[in-house]
């Protein structure tokens, strides 16, 4: 099947710094991604939609400001989480589409103190 | 916005029974997709469904869509230590992005 990475898969960082998330579609080209956030033994919840070339569209209560997505060509999404609080603390997974079917990454887990 | 329910939360099992997974939907389902993930993992893609009274196979798990396609289960046969993990159900809200929207999950536990 398709590949989808992450990197990092895990990162630590200070309150108030950002930090980038990357989601790389390694064996096909993903026109769309899709950026998820999951809490300790909750679901994924869809942050936004993620579309080349163009802007990203986000989920009800998603702060575009804060969670800015880049999505710059065919195989690369970006995530940065702007000025982040221990709050953002969560595990963030994105995924690409490839025809019918979406495949996910291995997820980042980030951790703000 | 489309609701997905799944039953039960969490479920332990000895190895060697069967088990199923249910995931109910507040719409009509236009596809249905199971995944499993280790907690902290990412999400391995076990079946879509689309069809009303679909059913597919893949080595012991078994996922059907029933006629009204608002209801899927996931049926586990002999289950096995491996088959431990969180299972996810996903509906596809219809739209041309194939957006998904997911349960909050079932945890499964085998014990050997």
């Known amino acids: 099947g398709a590949v989808v990475s992450q990197h990092p898969s895990w990162v630590i960082c200070k309150s108030g710094t950002s930090v980038k998330i990357e989601c790389r579609s390694l064996d096909f080209q993903a026109t769309t991604m899709f950026w998820y956030r999951q809490f300790p033994k909750q679901s994924l919840m869809l942050m936004a939609t993620s579309n080349e070339g163009s802007k990203a569209t986000y989920e009800q209560g998603v702060e575009k400001d804060k969670f800015l997505i880049n999505h710059a060509s065919l195989t690369l999404s970006t995530l940065t989480v702007t000025s982040a609080h221990p709050e953002d603390s969560s595990f963030y997974i994105c995924?690409?589409?490839?025809?019918?079917?979406?495949?996910f990454g291995p997820g980042t887990r980030l951790t703000v103190l | 916005s489309q609701e997905l329910e799944q039953s039960p939360q969490s479920l332990i099992v000895q190895e060697g029974k069967n088990l199923t997974i249910n995931c109910t939907s507040s719409k009509t389902l236009y596809g249905l997709y199971w995944y499993k993930q280790k907690y902290g993992e990412g999400l391995i893609f076990l079946m879509m469904l689309q069809k009303g009274g679909e059913e597919k196979s893949h080595e012991k798990i078994t996922a059907k869509l029933d006629e009204k396609k608002q209801q899927s289960s996931l049926h586990i046969t002999a289950s096995q230590p491996s088959h431990a993990g969180i299972y996810l159900c996903?509906?596809?809200?219809?739209?041309?992005?194939?957006?998904?929207?997911f349960g909050k999950g079932t945890l499964l536990t085998v014990n050997p």
């Open positions: 996903g509906a596809d809200s219809g739209g041309s992005n194939y957006k998904l929207t």
């Open positions: 995924s690409g589409q490839h025809y019918n079917e979406q495949f």
